[in-house]
């Protein structure tokens, strides 16, 4: 005798997401075929598929052909869908139509997490990971490179017809015009995708998938895909926001650091980052938003050691002066100037110019610059504030600091060593952040068995689900046991519709 159920463990990460699902009202997060008529043959319903998908990518499956296998071979996938097997195609076919509805069911477990007092939104961790696009290197585009390749085509081009033209046999012209004609539409295609390059705007283009960029992923290798960026909340190292944006983490502070404080509510929060952030309007806006930053400072850049760095320059904010290492007064005329961003062109920050007219007359003058005729100039921009607060919190507490890598490291290791998520299976920025979300919400799931225990968990799950019921039918039971409440989550479970549960308790 063999018995499905007892091959499982109590303790089973598949118990915990059967109860994780079911605890889910799926028609309010926009999953399709919740309800579905009588007639006909009715379609699988949402909940299985979320199933498989959640399993699958905890355990590094995430093909929809393998996923298929798992439910036709694995004993837990078998005891997870109840012995149902969807076909790849239907498999395939819910991740690509519900990207936004994972989103969505991960920000409303973190807002559980957040009620179960798992997450505190007090420290949180931000970083970037990246991963590879369904998009190659050779049908990603910039500038430079289309005009590189134009330049080569353009040479074999002349080349070809200089053969032509010292050519006297009919075929070999034959076979020479061919090549230039075959040259010329490659030429053709390459000043179109220019043409769309200039007309978004952006500095590259990619064809296959037109929201991936080209990344460097580690070492200066280069691969077209996405940069994720995430934050993790420091009591229990849960994740609790994602999303992705630039190539870099240059402008990607500010817009993570806000969403996370938003949807975990918190008046007041300390945000830690690596130096890939430290940049003044994102510093800035956190500290508008009541968000301190603890991001490690960059080191100024010079492009010669031997003279005196920026840091040696002390900045004295009540007489808006600089002191040079001679000790020299270094001040300014008030006027801003706009500095521009090199490859885009656009106006990037305002800074005050601050010189000194002792420069002429100084000896130190060959250790501070190499202009013969103009002296050292010391620039501030409007951001220096808020980038000297930044720096002055991190170097008095660098132990604070140093929780950001047990933070938030060993969460992306996870994902990408333990779990394979190292490129994406989909296209479109939508579709991948919906990858990301299953794997995310795969984690924390795993997290909270670690913390809490599987019984615990699906304990929790339970009575978070019977929170529901007592929300939606508090006038059915008001004068009821609170028993009603576990046999009305076994009827949903078989009936899976709110409505026709509410009758059938009405006529009991």
């Not at 994972?102 to 939104?121: A, Q």
């Not at 420069?359 to 501070?368: H, I």
């Not at 394979?420 to 991948?432: E, Q, S, Y």
Request: hydrophobic fraction near 35%.
């Amino acid at each position: 005798m063999f018995s499905l159920e007892s091959a499982i463990a109590a303790d089973s990460f598949v118990r915990v997401l059967d109860a994780f699902v079911e605890a889910i009202d799926l028609k309010s997060f926009g999953f399709a075929h919740v309800e579905s008529s009588d007639e006909g043959r009715p379609p699988y319903h949402p909940a299985v598929l979320l199933k498989l998908y959640l399993y699958g990518y905890r355990y590094g499956i995430r093909s929809a052909r393998k996923l298929e296998r798992e439910a036709q071979t694995n004993l837990e996938a078998m005891w997870l869908l109840s012995g149902l097997h969807p076909r790849y195609k239907t498999i395939a076919d819910f991740r690509k139509n519900h990207a936004k509805a994972f989103r969505e069911v991960f920000r409303r477990f973190v807002l559980l997490l957040k009620k179960w007092e798992l997450v505190e939104g007090e420290t949180v961790a931000i970083d970037s990971f990246k991963i590879r696009g369904c998009n190659s290197i050779k049908n990603n585009f910039n500038d430079r490179k289309l005009q590189r390749h134009m330049e080569y085509i353009d040479a074999r081009i002349a080349e070809y017809e200089q053969q032509l033209a010292q050519s006297e046999e009919e075929e070999e012209k034959e076979a020479l015009r061919q090549k230039i004609e075959e040259r010329r539409a490659r030429r053709e295609k390459y000043e179109k995708v220019k043409e769309a390059l200039a007309e978004s705007g952006q500095e590259q283009i990619s064809l296959t998938d037109p929201d991936s960029r080209a990344v460097i992923l580690h070492r200066n290798i280069v691969n077209v895909g996405y940069n994720v960026q995430a934050s993790v909340d420091a009591k229990h190292k849960l994740l609790t926001g994602f999303d992705t944006g630039d190539v870099n983490d240059t402008h990607a502070l500010a817009d993570m650091a806000i969403a996370t404080q938003e949807l975990l509510q918190s008046k007041q929060m300390n945000v830690i980052a690596d130096k890939g952030y430290h940049t003044g309007e994102e510093i800035q806006r956190c500290m508008d938003e009541n968000i301190t930053t603890y991001v490690s400072p960059r080191s100024s850049s010079t492009n010669n050691k031997d003279l005196f760095p920026a840091e040696s320059f002390q900045y004295n904010k009540e007489s808006d002066v600089y002191l040079c290492p001679e000790g020299n007064r270094m001040t300014t005329n008030g006027k801003w100037h706009q500095h521009y961003d090199s490859k885009s062109g656009n106006a990037a920050y305002r800074f005050k110019r601050y010189v000194t007219g002792s420069c002429k007359t100084c000896k130190q003058k060959a250790l501070c610059t190499q202009s013969k005729k103009n002296g050292r100039a010391i620039d501030r921009s409007e951001y220096a504030n808020a980038l000297e607060a930044n720096n002055d919190r991190v170097n008095g507490n660098p132990g604070y600091y140093r929780q950001r890598q047990q933070i938030i490291e060993h969460v992306f290791g996870t994902q990408k060593r333990q779990r394979g998520f190292t490129h994406a299976l989909v296209r479109r920025k939508d579709k991948v952040l919906g990858e990301v979300g299953l794997m995310f919400i795969g984690y924390n799931l795993t997290r909270c068995i670690t913390i809490l225990g599987a019984q615990k968990l699906i304990k929790q799950l339970m009575d978070s689900c019977l929170h529901i019921f007592n929300a939606c039918f508090q006038p059915i039971f008001i004068n009821f046991k609170p028993l009603i409440f576990q046999q009305a989550f076994l009827m949903l479970r078989e009936n899976r519709n709110f409505e026709a549960l509410k009758l059938s308790l009405i006529k009991s």
